[in-house]
């Protein structure tokens, strides 16, 4: 059974710093890995995909690695600012059936002005 | 403008009451989903609809139930049977090629007392 893991749970960090989040999974027959945005009381926001034949993917200040014989994705953020403090979730999609994805817990992210 | 939304953002109800969760996309995807998300939790699978008139259970089916009539619409009903209703219920659904990135509504907060 697929397990999703992000640590840390929560992370604080001034504005202006580099930062990763980390995403762990168990098993590594996956089709794709999402990484998502959530801010309080809302929906998910889709920020990067990567295919699971990809290593990495770009999107502004944000990059996304995937690692799938290890089990890893990192999402690296680039100069961060107050504006992207939110919940992050990574998911991995399952290579069988219906494209179901399998959540991490979420890295709570502030970014301290 | 295209998206998913969800009605009503916030609902309350009386334990042993049904209530149902409205899901609208118009992104002309085929596959939709249902999630449940609780407090420091990561978003749990209910239920997830490839084609129209057609649908599987997910991880968490038992208390729920739902329906798709029209590509466009899939309703969620939150039943008597559901031990611990009150949670955040998302909606997504998902390109039908490519990459299969899945995109999410808003949300629905549900509340049952």
């Known amino acids: 059974k697929q397990e999703v893991t992000q640590i840390p749970a929560a992370l604080s960090v001034p504005e202006g710093e580099n930062l990763v989040l980390n995403c762990s999974f168990t098993d590594s027959a996956i089709y794709n890995l999402q990484w998502f945005r959530q801010d309080p009381g809302k929906g998910l926001t889709s920020l990067l995909l990567?295919?699971?034949?990809?290593r990495e993917q770009t999107s502004g200040r944000l990059n996304a690695s995937l690692d799938k014989s290890s089990g890893r994705s990192t999402l690296y953020i680039a100069a961060s600012q107050p504006g992207d403090s939110a919940t992050y979730l990574c998911a991995v999609g399952r290579l069988q059936g219906a494209q179901k994805l399998v959540f991490g817990q979420g890295t709570r992210l502030t970014i301290n002005p | 403008d295209g998206g998913i939304t969800q009605s009503p953002k916030y609902l309350f109800r009386k334990e042993g009451q049904n209530v149902t969760l409205s899901c609208e996309q118009n992104l002309n995807h085929d596959a939709m989903y249902w999630y449940r998300q609780d407090p420091g939790q990561g978003l749990r699978l209910i239920y997830y609809s490839q084609i129209v008139n057609d649908f599987q259970k997910g991880d968490i089916a038992e208390g729920y139930s739902v329906s798709r009539e029209k590509k466009e619409s899939f309703p969620l009903t939150v039943t008597s049977a559901q031990k611990n209703p009150t949670a955040f219920y998302l909606c997504?659904?998902?390109?039908?090629?490519?990459?299969?990135?899945?995109?999410f509504g808003p949300g629905t907060r549900l509340t049952v007392t």
């Open positions: 997504a659904s998902r390109k039908t090629s490519g990459s299969f990135e899945q995109y």
């Open positions: 990567i295919q699971s034949s990809q």
